[in-house]
């Protein structure tokens, strides 16, 4: 920001950032700005631009255009639930959204936020996923947005895939978010009749170079094509016209 009457310029963030950190942890407030803005927001649940709206602009703004009413969403890594709840605002009645999450911590700040909004439409599912049920070794790295499955990890948490997900009855997806701090190749093949199916478009982090060309080797293998954010921040799509298509029972296997 300029300075008035001067050449001199002051980081917004050096004027603000006393008074973001002032703000009492355990109030809920509106987030500020944003396709999210409105919702109401617990502000100690994450980092301070989850309440500010400026987390991930590009791409959250990107997620929130392919959002319609109606629409079901699986949120995989939802985290305290800053895409969640923009999907549960988006989606309205008569849609569904399932967000998975295993972390403890970050389960009680995703509960908090959809009962801030009186959200009924969604379903939170705690466990990781990965490409098998059972349960899985789990670690934290001192954030909260940095637990991930690690076979260093002093935790064991409950696990299922996709795939599994589905087949107790539950809706397909339309549209996954996908980030999972290095188990995206997990996730994804463990998904593999799902993506199939219901072609879903998806919103994928990746998390290390050889997660990352797996990865896209594995959805370009299944007929997605991909637009790539960042080197690490990927839109996987079926061509146009054929997202939701049905496949027969051969495609599956």
Same mark, same amino acid.
């Given at each position: 920001m300029r300075i008035p009457l001067t050449d001199w310029h002051i980081p917004l963030g050096r004027l603000i950032g006393p008074l973001v950190s002032a703000v009492p942890k355990r109030a809920?407030?509106?987030?500020v700005k944003g396709p999210a803005r409105g919702i109401r927001w617990l502000v100690g649940s994450g980092m301070h631009n989850f309440w500010l709206g400026t987390y991930e602009p590009e791409k959250y703004e990107l997620f929130y255009k392919e959002l319609a009413a109606g629409m079901v969403v699986y949120d995989i890594g939802a985290n305290t639930g800053i895409y969640t709840v923009l999907a549960c605002r988006s989606v309205g009645a008569d849609g569904r959204v399932f967000a998975?999450?295993?972390? =403890? =911590?970050?389960?009680?700040?995703l509960y908090e936020n959809i009962r801030a909004n009186r959200f009924v439409n969604c379903e939170v599912i705690p466990k990781a996923v990965s490409n098998s049920d059972g349960s899985v070794q789990f670690e934290f790295a001192g954030e909260s947005c940095l637990g991930r499955i690690s076979a260093d990890g002093l935790l064991r948490v409950a696990s299922t895939s996709l795939d599994s997900f589905v087949s107790g009855g539950k809706p397909l997806p339309q549209l996954l978010k996908i980030d999972v701090e290095g188990a995206e190749y997990d996730v994804l093949t463990g998904a =593999?009749?799902?993506l199939l199916q219901a072609k879903p478009t998806i919103f994928l982090a990746t998390h290390?170079?050889?997660v990352h060309a797996n990865c896209c080797r594995m959805l370009e293998n299944l007929g997605y094509t991909l637009r790539f954010l960042a080197p690490d921040e990927l839109i996987a799509r079926f061509p146009r016209g054929l997202e939701g298509a049905k496949v027969s029972p051969l495609e599956a296997r």
């Open positions: 809920v407030l509106p987030i998975f999450e295993p972390a =403890t =911590t970050n389960l009680s700040y =593999t009749k799902v290390g170079e050889k």
